[in-house]
């Protein structure tokens, strides 16, 4: 028997591709922890949805760690994914089920963000970024935490670049979408734009990007557009899973309000700064 067993949680998605690319990751995951365990399900848009992939999770283990694997907590994350763990729970009382944070958008991902920013200014032949407009591309939500979250990386990548402008924009669900932010940089005087998708992997919302930034392109012939895309394979992605399932290991740990903060960093490295946080749900609530 396996003791511990890791379910790696994805979205899901309509297009087969984003599915595919979940597995794809997975299988590269396991390929760096061969003595893992690691199991995958969706929410949605898949075969294999949450019942039956904690079931699968479950069978031979004693522990079951729950990974969403999403970059922003919604109603998924908050509602449907705790209701399966308690369910999973009657089902299996002798196996012990506990679930990290969701990726979140910490200082992980915006070295992610900053690599893709620094790839896209690579391709416009590094111009001024005093002239260069960046635009952070989320899925949208009707959740105001998780829209802040990439309000937050917005903000961050502001204070560590040269940009006159670092704005967002949304696919769906709510505003400003990627035209009316466009539109807003180029009266501003951009004269080229780098959008910044914030996806892990490929599906139908990453293929209405392309075609929205292809259309802007005939409408603004004057701008140079530079436009990103998913990063779920990055090495940045894999390394921040390592580190959740190292964590989970701990009593204590994980993510706070104040992570991002330079002086809090600062005052680690002195060991001046004491937080403590509970990072893996274990209690039966199972609040995410």
């Not at 989320?138 to 979250?149: P, Q, T, V």
């Not at 104040?258 to 809090?264: E, P, Q, S, T």
Request: glycine share 8%; net charge negative.
């Amino acid at each position: 028997m396996n003791s511990l067993s890791i379910l790696l949680v994805g979205h899901g998605s309509r297009n087969r591709d984003g599915n595919t690319e979940i597995l794809h990751f997975a299988a590269q995951w396991r390929a760096r922890h061969p003595a893992w365990r690691i199991e995958t399900c969706f929410i949605e848009h898949a075969e294999v949805l949450l019942d039956a992939g904690l079931d699968q999770a479950a069978r031979d283990a004693r522990r079951v760690l729950v990974i969403p694997f999403i970059l922003n907590a919604a109603g998924h994350v908050k509602m449907e994914l705790p209701a399966a763990i308690e369910a999973a729970r009657a089902r299996h009382p002798a196996v012990s089920f506990s679930c990290t944070r969701h990726l979140g958008m910490g200082r992980e991902i915006l070295k992610v963000l900053q690599g893709q920013l620094d790839c896209l200014m690579k391709a416009l032949d590094m111009p001024d970024p005093q002239t260069t407009g960046v635009i952070l591309l989320g899925r949208g939500s009707s959740d105001a935490g998780a829209n802040g979250e990439l309000a937050k990386m917005a903000r961050w990548l502001f204070e560590d670049n040269d940009f006159e402008l670092v704005d967002l924009a949304f696919t769906g669900v709510t505003w400003p979408r990627l035209e009316s932010v466009v539109q807003r940089q180029v009266r501003l005087g951009m004269t080229q734009i780098c959008v910044v998708p914030v996806y892990l992997f490929t599906g139908v919302l990453m293929d209405r990007i392309k075609a929205q930034v292809e259309r802007l392109r005939g409408q603004y012939p004057q701008i140079a557009f530079a436009l990103g895309t998913h990063f779920g394979f990055d090495k940045g992605i894999f390394e921040l899973l390592d580190t959740k399932v190292a964590g989970a290991e701990l009593p204590e740990g994980g993510l706070l309000e104040c992570d991002g903060c330079k002086y809090r960093q600062a005052a680690e490295a002195e060991h001046l700064h004491d937080h403590s946080h509970t990072h893996v749900v274990h209690h039966e609530h199972a609040h995410v």
